[in-house]
């Protein structure tokens, strides 16, 4: 199994970046919740967004919600989130998960979480 994060980079505030997740060897459209944590330094993993396996219902953490967007699409195994408005505070390494489910739920909890890509830099400068 091998997620791959791709899309970070150095911005200014108040910019957009797209992040994208590819997810290999998961049968990627049945039953795997998808979602993005980042870790700052000195700080514990957060979560940031997560998608359920089928797409109809996503969930956000407090600090991003209303500027990002989760999204994903089974057909190209590939999971992304859009983030506008983008603030310091924002910046970390982001991290996309893949979690095993058995329903159609959003998972927020890194701990449930079965596999992890590699990880990917966002800087927001002010």
């Known amino acids: 199994v091998q997620l791959t994060e791709s899309g970070g980079g150095l911005v200014q505030a108040g910019a957009s970046l797209r992040l994208s997740c590819l997810v290999s060897?998961?049968?990627?459209?049945?039953?795997?919740?998808m979602g993005w944590f980042r870790q700052a330094p000195g700080k514990e993993r957060e979560f940031v967004a997560g998608?359920?396996?089928?797409?109809?219902?996503?969930d956000y953490g407090d600090s991003v919600k209303g500027r990002f967007t989760i999204a994903r699409d089974n057909a190209k195994n590939t999971v992304t989130l859009q983030m506008e408005s983008l603030k310091p505070e924002d910046t970390a390494v982001y991290y996309c998960?893949?979690?095993?489910?058995?329903?159609?739920?959003?998972?927020?909890?890194?701990?449930?979480?079965?596999?992890w890509g590699q990880g990917t830099q966002v800087t927001v400068s002010s």
């Open positions: 998960g893949a979690d095993q489910v058995n329903t159609d739920v959003v998972i927020t909890s890194a701990r449930f979480y079965d596999f």
């Open positions: 060897g998961l049968r990627f459209d049945r039953y795997i919740a």
């Open positions: 998608i359920s396996w089928t797409g109809s219902t996503a």
